[in-house]
């Protein structure tokens, strides 16, 4: 009886931890995705040159532009959960401007079966996550 107990909590434990690994997963490739972000405005505001982060969901990469001449200073893949929609599609291009504003951004981003709103803040050029 005692083994029959326990096959049976052992039986619905192991879905819950699935699934939790899953949002932990998901969790972690939108921060990342967020990170990226905040790190080319402190970037623009550290060096005191605008920086431009490109999102190419085609080719499946990030990229940070800098300057006026677009010099290539960082390129990271995408997760390869992950999907990325853009309001509007030229928000694609986000840039942040040395005094700390950007042109601002909207983007939903899906990965595995989670889905988050990222917003950067024109005025700010902050980074927010929220997730849907």
């Not at 190419?56 to 990030?62: G, L």
């Not at 940070?64 to 030229?90: C, F, I, K, S, Y």
């Not at 700390?100 to 899906?110: I, Q």
């Amino acid at each position: 009886m005692t083994l029959l107990i326990l096959m049976i909590l052992v039986g619905l434990s192991v879905p819950v931890v699935g699934r939790s690994s899953d949002a932990v997963r998901s969790r972690a490739e939108v921060a990342g995705f967020s990170a990226f972000l905040r790190h080319a405005r402190e970037r623009a505001i550290t060096s005191r040159v605008s920086h431009t982060v490109v999102i190419d969901p085609t080719h499946r990469t990030m990229t940070v532009l800098a300057g006026p001449e677009a010099e290539v200073r960082e390129t990271r893949p995408l997760p390869e959960r992950m999907t990325v929609e853009a309001t509007p599609q030229a928000a694609f291009s986000v840039r942040f401007e040395p005094q700390g504003m950007s042109s601002g951004a909207e983007y939903r981003v899906k990965t595995g079966d989670v889905v988050y709103r990222v917003t950067v803040d024109p005025v700010t050029g902050r980074v927010k996550n929220t997730r849907l």
